[in-house]
């Protein structure tokens, strides 16, 4: 099966910048994930979604992060506007339905200038 | 709030050495139990899980782990390793009741040919 895809793999900006991530997740999986790792740490969760419903989005830094799931398959994350600490990697993540293993996406990397 | 602990940042040995890298979580309720993979260039990939049943796990490649409730551990081994198991292990620990994934910081692990 196709693994979860996302893009860009690097994204370089210019502090105040907006950037934007996207997830394609395994077909079928309803749950999704986007995960943000800081260089020498594990990931930390930012949002989860059940289809198309954002239903943990606690760990989300609304005033600048946004998120969107249509139809329940891609999603998109953004950043408006970009701060040098959100210098990271942006996973994206997919499993059958809570509780599963996840799959996790190859990653942006993003960096801020 | 759920924390998970791995003792050790960066692992160095010989290839035929056996591995163990330690794993502790917080939470006292039920969990499930993961460790994930990250092979330079890769994505994160699942080398083991545990949800419930024989707390000796056995996943891939030859890894295995054991959850000991009363310790909070669920630490991971590999009686010898080789070349290829150079990479960043993560132990990650999902509350049954929650369903939000908290991952440890990740072990590098070297393994000298």
């Known amino acids: 099966e196709a693994g979860v895809v996302q893009s860009p793999r690097y994204k370089i900006i210019e502090k105040k910048q907006p950037v934007a991530f996207w997830c394609n997740p395994i077909?079928?999986?309803?749950?999704l994930y986007w995960y943000r790792q800081n260089l020498g740490q594990g990931p930390e969760l930012l949002i989860r979604?059940?289809?198309?419903?954002?239903?943990?989005d606690s760990q989300l830094p609304k005033d600048r992060f946004s998120a969107e799931r249509l139809k329940g398959v891609d999603s998109t994350l953004k950043i408006q506007p970009a701060e040098l600490g959100d210098s990271a990697v942006y996973l994206c993540?997919?499993?059958?339905?809570?509780?599963?293993?996840?799959?996790f996406g190859d990653g942006t990397r993003l960096s801020i200038l | 709030a759920q924390s998970v602990s791995q003792h050790n940042h960066h692992v160095i040995l010989s290839e035929a050495a056996s591995l163990e890298l330690g794993c502790n979580y917080s939470?006292?309720?039920?969990?499930?139990l993961f460790w994930y993979v990250q092979y330079p260039g890769q994505h994160l990939q699942l080398l083991l899980k545990?949800?419930?049943?024989?707390?000796l796990v056995k996943g891939i490649k030859g890894f295995e782990a054991e959850f000991i409730k009363s310790k909070f551990s669920f630490n991971l081994r590999k009686p010898s390793v080789q070349w290829s198991d150079t990479a960043e292990y993560f132990c990650?620990?999902?509350?049954?009741?929650?369903?939000?994934?908290?991952f440890g910081g990740g072990t590098r692990v070297l393994v000298k040919p």
């Open positions: 993540a997919s499993s059958l339905r809570q509780g599963q293993p996840q799959h």
């Open positions: 077909s079928g999986h309803n749950t």
């Open positions: 979604y059940e289809n198309e419903e954002a239903v943990d």
């Open positions: 939470y006292g309720g039920t969990v499930n």
């Open positions: 545990y949800f419930s049943g024989d707390p």
């Open positions: 990650a620990v999902n509350q049954a009741a929650g369903n939000k994934l908290t």
